[in-house]
């Protein structure tokens, strides 16, 4: 396990074997609660899920969703 630390607004990028970037990862926020707040970037080929959740019977399914603007 890597294990990095970042400030909020800055990012990790997480690359394939082949080069091409599969997510980009950005730091939010640290709310009220000791919670993070992470947002993640990803093409519409790589599956993002949380670890509680995989598994379950819609993990993995296609959904609709929208693209986030790349222009930030």
């Known amino acids: 396990m890597l294990v ?6 800055e990012s990790i990028e997480l690359f394939g074997p082949d080069g091409r970037l599969l ?3 950005t730091y939010i926020t ?6 993070i ?3 993640i970037e990803a093409e519409l ?3 993002v899920a949380r670890s509680e959740i995989v598994g379950r ?3 993995g399914k296609k959904l609709p969703h929208s ?5 930030s």
């Open 67 to 71: 693209r986030m603007d790349k222009s």
């Open 37 to 39: 707040r992470v947002g």
């Open 30 to 35: 640290l709310s009220s609660t000791r919670s």
């Open 45 to 47: 080929d790589v599956q």
């Open 4 to 9: 990095l630390s970042r400030n909020p607004g």
């Open 57 to 59: 019977p819609n993990c």
């Open 23 to 25: 997510a980009k990862i």
